[in-house]
């Protein structure tokens, strides 16, 4: 294989201990065994019970990485819609936990945050720049920002389809806030172009 960069990700696994990153640490240290240049980025839930034994676990695996490879990873955690729609659209999340997971990512050296939003659920312009200034003053760095789209007739309904040029508004907004890679648009995820880097 040529890889080049890589995403990790996965569901709530709150059945175990260390919430599954005993799995991203192990799967980061073969990667960079095998290709020691190769991008990595996690993308994570929120680590519910157990934030700071998944930080140290990454900590950790970055630390022990053989003499000359990449130390550098992007993690991602996506806060997915504005507080007051928390509830409804991330039920068993909390919007206050994701923001400290993503602050406490922040601190650790050669890591890289990175969060996404989902629009049409509802939200007000005033609440999604607020939760981008949220990111910001956690330490994030990367936001994507992409259209809600329903993916069957027992999920929640796209409330409104935005237009590009909304799009357009809310990455200079994230620009303005000091973010250093913004992606937004219709059809952004957040691990569209993930391997670019602003």
Same mark, same amino acid.
């Given at each position: 294989?040529?890889?080049?960069?890589?995403v990790? #990700?996965?569901?709530?696994r709150?059945?175990l201990?260390?919430?599954?990153?005993?799995?991203f640490a192990? #799967?980061?240290? %073969?990667?960079?065994?095998?290709?020691p240049?190769?991008?990595?980025?996690?993308?994570t839930?929120?680590f519910?019970?157990?934030q700071?034994?998944a930080i140290?676990?990454?900590?950790?695996?970055l630390?022990g990485?053989p003499? +000359?490879?990449?130390r550098?990873l992007v993690w991602?955690h996506?806060?997915?819609?504005?507080?007051r729609?928390?509830r409804?659209?991330?039920k +068993?999340?909390?919007y206050e936990?994701?923001l400290a997971?993503? %602050? =406490?990512v =922040?601190?650790l050296? /050669?890591v890289? #945050?990175?969060? =996404?939003?989902m629009?049409g659920l509802? %939200?007000?312009r005033?609440e999604v720049v607020?939760?981008?200034?949220?990111?910001?003053?956690? +330490?994030v760095?990367?936001?994507?920002l992409?259209q809600?789209?329903?993916?069957?007739?027992?999920?929640?309904p796209?409330l409104r389809?935005?237009?590009?040029?909304e799009? /357009?508004?809310?990455?200079?907004v994230?620009?303005?806030? +000091?973010?250093?890679?913004?992606?937004a648009?219709?059809?952004m995820?957040?691990?569209y172009? =993930?391997?670019?880097?602003s």
């Open positions: 294989m040529n890889l080049k960069y890589v990790l #990700t996965s569901v709530n709150d059945d201990p260390d919430g599954g990153v005993g799995v192990d #799967t980061l240290r %073969e990667l960079r065994r095998r290709w240049g190769i991008g990595v980025e996690f993308l839930p929120d519910r019970n157990c700071e034994k140290q676990g990454v900590h950790d695996a630390a990485l003499e +000359g490879a990449n550098t991602g996506n806060v997915e819609t504005v507080p729609l928390y409804q659209v991330r +068993g999340s909390k936990r994701s997971l993503l %602050e =406490a =922040a601190r050296d /050669a890289e #945050t990175k969060s =996404a939003l629009l509802g %939200e007000t005033d607020e939760v981008l200034a949220d990111l910001r003053a956690r +330490g760095r990367r936001v994507s992409g809600y789209l329903q993916p069957t007739l027992h999920h929640l796209v389809y935005l237009p590009p040029d799009f /357009a508004d809310y990455e200079l994230a620009r303005r806030l +000091g973010f250093t890679w913004v992606k648009g219709p059809l995820r957040s691990s172009y =993930a391997e670019e880097q």
